[in-house]
């Protein structure tokens, strides 16, 4: 289903990988932040025999998936369920990590939700750590948001998986193999009660800000592709 709407979704994932790899030494324990189905740990654990991984998800009904999908890992994957919304979660981590990343979650959390899960990623990270997010990202303007939107929706058509599932299709397959029904069920346990984040996501100018207030340095838009971006930067 991902890949039906996160076109170049492999090259992402590449690049998430090699970064880490090139930018940081040692690398330890890798912290995936809304880590839902385990699709984003599971090629960095691939890529790092020696490394630790945490996943982070909110989602009681994804994170089975991710547990069946590292489960050959063993103790080197480790899935944690937490709300990032709250300053609880970091206590669940337990040591202090050598690279934060993150795919297409963190734009469900509102503006000051996401302010604030910046300020803790400074305290989680260790000095000379990096933290790398790809995820949608929007312009103030709306002529250039609106032409993104119309050349993704473009690249989408082009390049897409059209004979993967659906949004909708995929949750309504995965309802019924869990046993759940009814839309109310549904929505409470899914979409885990998530509500006010910013679809389109933040401007990347305000990521980039907002790093650099909680002591990132060197924050970068390392990938680009209209309403999309890989961005970050190092403790």
């Not at 397959?173 to 009814?182: F, H, M, W």
Request: with cysteine; charged share 25%; hydrophobic share 40%.
């Amino acid at each position: 289903m991902q890949e039906r709407y996160l076109v170049r979704r492999t090259e992402r994932i590449r690049l998430l990988v090699n970064l880490v790899r090139e930018t940081v030494n040692p690398v330890s324990r890798v912290l995936d932040l809304g880590c839902g189905t385990g699709s984003l740990m599971q090629p960095f654990l691939e890529a790092f025999p020696e490394t630790e991984g945490y996943g982070v998800d909110f989602d009681p009904v994804l994170l089975p998936l991710a547990q069946e999908r590292l489960r050959s890992y063993g103790a080197r994957a480790q899935v944690i369920l937490a709300d990032l919304r709250t300053n609880s979660w970091r206590e669940q981590v337990p040591a202090k990590v050598d690279a934060v990343i993150s795919a297409t979650a963190l734009h469900w959390l509102t503006e000051i939700e996401l302010a604030a899960l910046y300020r803790q990623l400074a305290l989680v990270l260790r000095p000379g750590g990096i933290f790398l997010n790809a995820d949608h990202v929007s312009n103030r303007h709306p002529q250039i948001q609106a032409y993104w939107k119309k050349s993704r929706d473009e690249v989408r058509r082009t390049e897409g998986r059209a004979d993967a599932d659906d949004w909708q299709g995929f949750w309504e397959a995965y309802t019924r193999a869990l046993g759940l029904s009814g839309q109310q069920r549904v929505t409470e346990r899914v979409l885990g009660g998530w509500e006010g984040g910013v679809e389109e996501g933040m401007p990347l100018e305000w990521h980039l800000a907002q790093l650099k207030a909680c002591g990132f340095v060197h924050t970068e838009c390392f990938w680009r592709c209209d309403c999309d971006a890989i961005y970050g930067g190092f403790r």
